[in-house]
């Protein structure tokens, strides 16, 4: 078994844990949902750190379902109530994908890594 075997299903669940955390805190403080978001993005980008896109894109959804349900909404409601709402998923995806893409080794053999290669050479 390799790190990268254990690497994905730890962020996740770690961001699982961080988010609730910081949005719990947020909650009870009374911050502004700007606060919340900034606690979630960098929850989000902490955790993306050397994972493959597809579970960045996860732990930015996750991230977003917390800070919807426990920020926006209160009390865990889960509801889309404006384009406020997207715009902030749009951005946890946006920085999940920056961070995985620029912190993940290439796959050998991609047309990334041959890319890269032929840019060096």
């Known amino acids: ?41 960098v929850v989000t980008a902490a955790c993306c750190v050397r994972v493959r896109l597809p579970i960045a894109l996860g732990v930015a959804v996750l991230g977003w379902a917390f800070l919807t349900g426990f920020v926006v909404n209160h009390y865990g409601q889960l509801r ?14 946006g920085t999940a994908a920056l961070v995985s893409r620029a912190t993940t080794p290439l796959i050998p053999g991609s047309d990334h890594a041959r890319s890269v290669a032929a840019e060096r050479a």
Do not use: E, N, Q
């Open 1 to 41: 078994m390799s790190w990268s075997d254990v690497w994905a299903p730890a962020m996740l669940s770690l961001a699982f844990a961080a988010d609730y955390v910081g949005v719990t805190v947020d909650h009870v403080a009374g911050w502004p949902i700007s606060v919340g978001l900034a606690l979630v993005t």
């Open 80 to 93: 889309v109530t404006g384009t406020g709402d997207l715009w902030r998923l749009l951005m946890l995806l």
